[in-house]
């Protein structure tokens, strides 16, 4: 029982990782009125990137940042 457990939960991985394809480059594309939060990303990804999620919690906001195409700030 614990062993299907484990190889039904390992199966969905890979079945995200396959279908996420982490060797291209992606986006994000959503509706007009749809919110993206951090969760749900979080629900979509590999347990890898999963893991590496963290929250900042900053004070006397708001802030602003520009990033390039390639992650780079600009």
Known sequence: LQFSRKAKFA???VSKVT???????GFIEKEDDEVITQDVIRQHVDLGSATKQFELSLNSG????????????A
């Not at 279908?19 to 480059?25: D, F, G, N, T, V």
């Not at 802030?63 to 700030?73: H, M």
């Open 11 to 13: 199966s969905q991985q």
């Open 19 to 25: 279908s996420i394809q982490p060797e291209r480059a």
């Open 62 to 73: 708001p802030y602003s940042i520009n990033y390039s195409r390639s992650g780079r700030l």
